[in-house]
């Protein structure tokens, strides 16, 4: 499968890894819109949170998302977690991640 985000995970393209355990690795969004911008990613590809199932360890990568939160310093301040779904969402990469953002204000309601 042609995917990019399958290709960081095998290190087949580079990227600037953060964090990494069994299940997910995390790396900086190469366009980032915080100065704290983390994607987190389920090493076994899966295209989107909504085609999730069973096999898909959704409380992993949660869990690493806020272990990456607290690496960044994250932890006192907050953060925000996003999961764009689809077109509607504002995805552009087809294998789930969660973008960890932080280092600033952020605002509400989302573009
Ligand atoms: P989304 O719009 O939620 O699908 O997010 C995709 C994110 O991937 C965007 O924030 C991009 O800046 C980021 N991105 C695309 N290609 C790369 C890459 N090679 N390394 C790191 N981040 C990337
Ligand atoms: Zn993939």
């Not at 990456?68 to 907050?78: I, M, R, S, Y």
């Not at 294998?95 to 509400?108: A, E, K, Q």
Request: hydrophobic share 40%; charged share 20%; net charge negative.
């Amino acid at each position: 499968m042609d995917c990019l985000f399958c290709k960081i995970a095998s290190k087949e393209i580079p990227s600037d890894i953060v964090y990494e355990n069994d299940e997910a690795i995390a790396f900086r969004d190469l366009n980032p819109q915080a100065p704290t911008h983390v994607l987190v990613i389920p090493k076994k590809h899966v295209d989107s949170i909504s085609k999730t199932g069973e096999g898909d360890n959704l409380q992993a990568l949660m869990a690493a998302a806020v272990e990456v939160a607290k690496l960044e310093g994250l932890e006192h301040t907050g953060f925000r977690l996003v999961i764009n779904d689809g077109q509607h969402g504002g995805q552009t990469v087809f294998h789930l991640h969660v973008h960890v953002l932080g280092g600033r204000v952020m605002t509400w309601p989302p573009g």
